[in-house]
């Protein structure tokens, strides 16, 4: 076959090639960028075209190979970069040493909103936090387990509230 006669059956071929890109990738530069591909491999292989075959089957087929190497590409170089991110991620977290001054800063200002709650949230939760069960929570103060689950439930509530406030 003869350039001619290939760049010919190319020519013919221009509008479905171009529409069969924009159904591949849904967008109209990137339709572009595929179809461009598709011709220049084409091109490149026209000695592997038999002739009396289906020229367009033999286009699209080098098309849709195109396109998926390319997809396929693209999503490969967004796994290693989560990865990467990931790895970096754990690694900074290994690695890393904790600031003792905040938390003891932390934990003096929480320790400061819990002594001044009403001392019936208080109380519980501080035997809750200390590791105690409800029940043994509720034998302590002679209160049923429900009433010792909502107190508890405040408290956290007011902990957290009064936390945000200071915060501002």
């Known amino acids: 076959m003869t350039v001619q006669v290939f760049n010919q059956l190319l020519d013919e071929n221009n509008s479905f090639l171009f529409s069969l890109a924009q159904k591949f990738t849904k967008d109209q530069s990137s339709a572009k960028d595929?179809?461009?591909?598709?011709l220049?491999?084409?091109?490149r292989n026209k000695d592997q075209f038999l002739v009396g075959t289906n020229f367009r089957g033999w286009t699209?087929?080098?098309?849709?190979?195109?396109?998926?190497?390319?997809?396929?590409?693209?999503?490969?170089k967004y796994d290693v970069k989560s990865i990467d991110e990931s790895f970096i991620a754990q690694y900074?977290?290994?690695?890393?040493?904790?600031?003792?001054?905040?938390?003891?800063?932390k934990l003096?200002?929480?320790?400061?909103?819990?002594?001044?709650?009403?001392?019936k949230y208080s109380g519980?939760?501080?035997?809750?936090?200390?590791?105690?069960?409800?029940?043994?929570?509720?034998?302590?103060?002679?209160?049923?387990?429900?009433?010792?689950?909502?107190?508890?439930f405040t408290a956290r509530s007011l902990i957290k509230e009064a936390y945000m406030k200071l915060h501002e």
Do not use: C, W
């Open 92 to 105: 900074e977290i290994q690695h890393s040493t904790p600031n003792k001054a905040e938390s003891n800063i």
């Open 60 to 76: 699209r087929t080098i098309m849709r190979n195109a396109f998926i190497k390319k997809y396929s590409t693209s999503k490969k």
């Open 40 to 43: 220049l491999l084409a091109f």
């Open 124 to 152: 519980p939760f501080k035997m809750y936090y200390e590791g105690y069960k409800y029940d043994e929570i509720s034998a302590s103060f002679k209160i049923p387990v429900g009433t010792i689950k909502s107190r508890i």
């Open 108 to 119: 003096n200002e929480i320790d400061q909103i819990i002594n001044s709650i009403d001392s």
């Open 34 to 38: 595929l179809y461009q591909d598709t």
